[in-house]
Antibody, heavy 118, light 107 residues
Framework: QVNLLQSGAALVKPGASVKLSCKASGYTFTDYYIHWVKQSHGKSLEWIGYINPNSGYTNYNEKFKSKATLTVDKSTNTAYMELSRLTSEDSATYYC???????????WGQGVMVTVSS | DIQMTQSPASLSASLEEIVTITCQASQDIGNWLAWYQQKPGKSPQLLIYGATSLADGVPSRFSGSRSGTQYSLKISRLQVEDPGIYYCLQGYSAPYTFGAGTKLELK
C-alpha cells in the first residue's frame, strides 16, 4: 500500500532554515511527481510546487519560489523540501502528496507542523 | 492564477439529508477538478477526481458533477462520519489552487 512518511514536527528560530523529508513506499517512486502543500492554522491549502523524482525537474508556485527548494534522493525514495529565511508566516503544517498521471493528488503524508519562534 | 470560489463556507445538516457543495472556477478547467475531505488533525483524503470519478474506497453516497465551470460535490444521505472540511482542487494548470473550504457539521 502507498505510504508517505514525513519527518517530525520542527521548532525553528526566525531567519533559520528547515529541511522536511517525505519517504515514499508502496509504489515506484520515480513514476509520479511529489507535490508539497502548505496549510496555515485554520486556513485552506496552498500548492507550493512539485518535483519529478525521475529527472529532478521542479515547478514552483511563484509565491514560494524564493522560500522552498525541492529535492529527491532516489536511492532512498525520499523527497525533501527546504524552507529558508523562516518567519512567523511560515508557521504551518506542510504536506507531501503523490501526484497522478492526471493532475490531482491521491495519497498524502501525515503532515509536519513547522513552528517559527524565538 | 485560476481562482476557485467555493460555497458555502459552512453548513449544518441532519443525518440522511442531501448536502451539496459547489466550486466555481474562474476559467475553463475541463474535468481537472478533485474533491477532498479533511478531518481535524488529519490529512486531506481524496473523494472525487476528474470532476465525477469516485476514488477507491469512497462510499457511493458521494458524487461529483460539472456544469460548465461550476462543479458540485453531493452527499446523498449524510452519515455520522461525514462532518469535516471539504476542499476542491483544480489540477488544470499550475499553480494548482484549492477552494477556501466548506465546513460541514451535523445538526
Amino acid at each position: 500500500q502507498v505510504n508517505l512518511l514525513q519527518s517530525g514536527a520542527a521548532l525553528v528560530k526566525p531567519g533559520a532554515s528547515v529541511k522536511l523529508s517525505c519517504k515514499a513506499s508502496g509504489y515506484t517512486f520515480t513514476d509520479y511527481y511529489i507535490h508539497w502543500v502548505k496549510q496555515s492554522h485554520g486556513k485552506s491549502l496552498e500548492w507550493i510546487g512539485y518535483i519529478n523524482p525521475n529527472s529532478g525537474y521542479t515547478n514552483y508556485n511563484e509565491k514560494f519560489k524564493s522560500k522552498a527548494t525541492l529535492t529527491v534522493d532516489k536511492s532512498t525514495n525520499t523527497a525533501y523540501m527546504e524552507l529558508s529565511r523562516l518567519t512567523s508566516e511560515d508557521s504551518a503544517t506542510y504536506y507531501c502528496t503523490k501526484g497522478t498521471t492526471t493532475d490531482y493528488f491521491d495519497y498524502w503524508g501525515q503532515g509536519v507542523m513547522v513552528t517559527v519562534s524565538s | 492564477d485560476i481562482q476557485m470560489t467555493q460555497s458555502p463556507a459552512s453548513l449544518s445538516a441532519s443525518l440522511e439529508e442531501i448536502v451539496t457543495i459547489t466550486c466555481q472556477a474562474s476559467q475553463d478547467i475541463g474535468n481537472w477538478l478533485a474533491w477532498y475531505q479533511q478531518k481535524p488533525g488529519k490529512s486531506p483524503q481524496l473523494l472525487i477526481y476528474g470532476a465525477t470519478s469516485l476514488a477507491d474506497g469512497v462510499p457511493s453516497r458521494f458524487s461529483g458533477s460539472r456544469s460548465g465551470t461550476q462543479y458540485s460535490l453531493k452527499i446523498s444521505r449524510l452519515q455520522v462520519e461525514d462532518p469535516g472540511i471539504y476542499y476542491c482542487l483544480q489540477g488544470y494548470s499550475a499553480p494548482y489552487t484549492f477552494g477556501a473550504g466548506t465546513k460541514l457539521e451535523l445538526k
